[in-house]
């Protein structure tokens, strides 16, 4: 059994020290407003620190500490929205007359398997100039529960999250002649 230490405890002076020199380089998010003192922010997470106050302070001079300049950070741009294929790109897939560009079949892979493969699959496809893929999940019906499979209802999700969005312009349900409800039509971003 692991005890916890006490709410009251003291810090000792190798954690005041470190504690201090996080405060340091830490920019404030409203500058205007004035920064907390040490002792005040340790009493806010509950430990106590007596005579917490940075030595520059406790010798009477009143030079704040420096903190180092950092630079803003720029966000990085939101990933494309999807955009479900339309009616005619569907059917001229179904219909053969628009080709698919390459094949992935995840059966028999895991969750992570699948992920990391579809991940790199996409990002093959895009960096060969492949317009249309397919990729297969399968149905799924060994369960009985009438669920369909765990790849066939995750890799929608997945195709959701930013990395993939970066990679692909949308996707829909296969037709019956290329596996149906367990495959999926996308269309690949150009690189």
């Given at each position: 059994m692991t005890s916890r230490?006490?709410?009251?405890?003291?810090?000792?002076?190798?954690?005041?020290?470190?504690?201090?020199?996080?405060?340091?380089?830490?920019?404030?998010?409203?500058?205007?407003?004035?920064?907390a003192d040490v002792a005040d922010v340790a009493s806010d997470v509950g430990g106590h620190m007596p005579d917490a106050k940075p030595a520059s302070v406790k010798a009477g001079k009143t030079t704040?500490?420096?903190?180092?300049?950092?630079?803003?950070?720029?966000?990085?741009?939101?990933?494309?929205?999807?955009?479900?294929?339309?009616?005619r790109e569907r059917q001229k897939l179904a219909r053969g007359r628009e080709s698919i560009d390459a094949r992935l079949d995840l059966h028999g892979?895991?969750?992570?398997?699948?992920?990391?493969?579809?991940?790199?699959?996409?990002?093959?496809?895009?960096?060969?100039?492949?317009?249309?893929?397919l990729v297969v999940t399968g149905k799924g019906g060994r369960g009985g529960a009438g669920e369909g499979g765990v790849l066939r209802r995750q890799v929608p999700h997945w195709l959701a999250l930013?990395?993939?969005?970066?990679?692909?312009?949308?996707?829909?349900?296969?037709?019956?002649?290329?596996?149906?409800?367990?495959?999926?039509?996308?269309?690949i971003r150009r690189g």
């Amino acid at each position: 059994m692991t005890s916890r230490p006490r709410r009251g405890r003291r810090l000792s002076e190798e954690e005041r020290k470190l504690w201090r020199g996080v405060a340091r380089s830490i920019r404030p998010l409203r500058p205007a407003e004035p920064e907390a003192d040490v002792a005040d922010v340790a009493s806010d997470v509950g430990g106590h620190m007596p005579d917490a106050k940075p030595a520059s302070v406790k010798a009477g001079k009143t030079t704040p500490p420096t903190a180092p300049k950092l630079s803003p950070a720029r966000p990085s741009p939101a990933p494309p929205p999807l955009a479900p294929l339309g009616r005619r790109e569907r059917q001229k897939l179904a219909r053969g007359r628009e080709s698919i560009d390459a094949r992935l079949d995840l059966h028999g892979f895991t969750q992570a398997q699948a992920h990391a493969a579809l991940l790199r699959f996409l990002q093959r496809t895009q960096s060969d100039g492949a317009k249309f893929v397919l990729v297969v999940t399968g149905k799924g019906g060994r369960g009985g529960a009438g669920e369909g499979g765990v790849l066939r209802r995750q890799v929608p999700h997945w195709l959701a999250l930013p990395e993939f969005r970066r990679l692909i312009v949308g996707f829909e349900t296969a037709h019956i002649g290329h596996g149906g409800e367990g495959a999926l039509y996308i269309r690949i971003r150009r690189g």
